[in-house]
């Protein structure tokens, strides 16, 4: 199946700023999916988008689903340390999921 | 959320040898599990889906001779790498949806697998 183009690959950024991650595809989703996954670790549903322009916010996490349906992103305001890890995108292909390649956020305070 | 376990969470074998990865829904049952391959600093690559009670489905590019999947119960799905080789060694991830009990798509994954190919 066709991967999702997820950019910037990493991204470093000092604590208190903020950080997007963006997720384009060529062809029109039915839905995307986000994940974290902490280093060492294994991925951790975040959010589902469906809707065509979707919002939708966790705290200071903010998704987006684009008005064609072919590109998301995930903005988190106000990094903090916790928030380290490789965020995926993900597609739905059938039953299964295709992960985008993903972006390392790394956070120094 | 629902939660999946993997056995072992590393192995390291020589090199011809077979290992089996085991993954389980503790607390679901999961018709469809899937199986998921990471090398360091990359993204998930879905290897196959493994249906319970019948045969695996194979992503283009993966052996399906040398990675044998059983899905014998709705709680278990096995993966067995045969005649392991150096480039096999990676970091294996199950995972599986709990499709009675979420609205959404989601797949809750195991730990992870990391094999070691000596």
């Known amino acids: 199946g066709q991967q999702v183009m997820q950019i910037p690959q990493y991204q470093h950024v000092q604590e208190g700023e903020d950080f997007t991650t963006y997720c384009n595809s060529s062809?029109?989703?039915?839905?995307i999916q986000w994940y974290k996954q902490r280093p060492g670790g294994h991925p951790v549903f975040l959010i589902q988008?469906?809707?065509?322009?979707e919002v939708k916010k966790q705290k200071r996490l903010t998704f987006q689903f684009g008005e064609a349906k072919k590109n998301s992103s995930l903005h988190i305001t106000a990094t903090q340390t916790t928030d380290v890890g490789t965020y995926f995108c993900?597609?739905?292909?059938?039953?299964?999921?295709?992960f985008g390649k993903g972006t390392t956020l790394s956070v120094s305070s | 959320g629902a939660v999946v376990s993997q056995h072992p969470s590393w192995v390291i074998c020589k090199s011809g040898t077979s290992v089996k990865i085991e993954c389980r829904s503790l607390?679901?049952?999961?018709?469809?599990m899937f199986w998921y391959r990471q090398f360091p600093k990359q993204s998930l690559m879905l290897m196959a889906t493994?249906?319970?009670?019948?045969?695996?489905?194979?992503e283009q590019g993966v052996e399906k001779d040398k990675f044998l999947i059983n899905h014998a119960s709705l709680t278990l799905s096995t993966l067995t790498v045969t005649s392991a080789h150096p480039e096999d060694s990676s970091f294996y991830i199950c995972?599986?949806?709990?499709?009675?009990?979420?609205?959404?798509?989601?797949?809750?994954f195991g730990p992870g697998t990391r094999l070691t190919v000596l």
């Open positions: 993900a597609r739905q292909a059938g039953t299964a999921l295709i």
């Open positions: 988008l469906v809707k065509s322009g």
């Open positions: 607390d679901f049952q999961a018709t469809t």
């Open positions: 493994s249906n319970e009670g019948s045969k695996a489905t194979y």
């Open positions: 062809t029109t989703l039915s839905n």
């Open positions: 995972s599986a949806r709990d499709v009675q009990g979420s609205t959404y798509n989601e797949q809750f």
